[in-house]
């Protein structure tokens, strides 16, 4: 008697493989573009200008090393999950150092993971880029469905909650109870959602986009009755209208999680309930923002 086993929940390893003949038709393609006539003004408002168009095709069609990228992409561990009912294509980095926090890192629009590769390295063995082996993340970079190598959803409603579901399933499967998530562009409006979700085992997340105010008319909808809705209200206000380049920490629990990302490092400073660490600033600044069901603690690292 046989019995069935069920191969979704696999992780299988991956390396990417493109033919020759795939690059050589995208440079023709490229090549046999039909150019429009040159715009009428001296700036964009017409649009993208013709001149950089042309110097950008000129760029994918002579200059571009994709085998230079690719070999790069496939010197990392990179694996594949079906997670309802769609491949998700993901690099999976551990840390040298044991106690290591798992960390999942979502990318931007029109993005890929490619755009965070320079992180891996300082992220993995921050001791080796002149940080801390207190420092240390597991790193694990998804590509959002439809981007990169993931599959491309055969059907709607992979919006950010969806994707934020998935990544926790992610994370679930490869085995970590414990971590931290981090996304900006539209990777912060799926780290945004994992918050809101709360799934088991997020202790906290880091964006790098004010997600309600991306929206337009957000943050003037948001509630202001409390002492703590105003002081978000306010911090949403500053964010936008000072010109410091800080990020805004977002807890999915009563613990406050900062990061500060330093010589390309990233320091955690925990307020509560783990005891200072050595390095850390305890002084924060702090908000209190507003989700369904939930609130959420706001920092950012004291000066």
Avoid at 234 to 247: H, P, R, V
Wanted: proline share 6%.
């Amino acid at each position: 008697m046989s019995t069935a086993v069920d191969t979704t929940t696999d992780i299988r390893t991956f390396r990417i493989d493109i033919a020759d003949e795939q690059i050589d038709d995208l440079r023709r393609r490229i090549a046999a573009t039909r150019w429009p006539s040159k715009e009428l003004v001296d700036d964009r408002s017409q649009g993208v200008q013709l001149a950089a168009m042309k110097e950008l095709a000129r760029y994918w069609t002579t200059e571009y090393d994709w085998r230079k990228c690719e070999a790069r992409l496939n010197a990392l561990p990179q694996f594949t999950t079906e997670i309802d009912g769609v491949d998700i294509h993901f690099i999976h980095v551990k840390s040298p150092h044991e106690h290591a926090l798992p960390l999942i890192m979502t990318h931007g629009w029109p993005g890929s993971v490619v755009e965070l590769l320079e992180t891996v390295g300082p992220l993995t063995d921050p001791t080796a880029h002149g940080g801390d082996a207190e420092d240390a993340f597991h790193l694990v970079l998804p590509s959002i469905p439809g981007y990169g190598f993931s599959g491309e959803p055969a059907e709607v409603g992979w919006d950010a909650a969806r994707i934020g579901q998935a990544w926790a399933e992610l994370m679930r499967r490869i085995g970590y109870t414990r971590y931290v998530a981090q996304g900006g562009d539209r990777g912060a409006v799926v780290t945004d959602a994992m918050a809101r979700q709360a799934p088991e085992g997020l202790l906290g997340v880091h964006i790098n986009v004010l997600t309600a105010v991306v929206v337009p008319g957000v943050a003037e909808q948001l509630p202001a009755e409390s002492e703590q809705e105003r002081a978000a209200f306010d911090a949403l206000n500053t964010f936008t209208t000072d010109g410091s380049a800080y990020f805004l920490e977002m807890a999915t629990r009563p613990q406050t999680i900062g990061y500060s990302l330093l010589r390309r490092s990233a320091t955690r400073c925990w307020t509560h309930p783990s005891p200072s660490r050595p390095g850390c600033s305890t002084t924060t600044r702090t908000a209190t923002t507003r989700s369904p069901g939930r609130s959420s603690t706001a920092s950012r690292p004291g000066t």
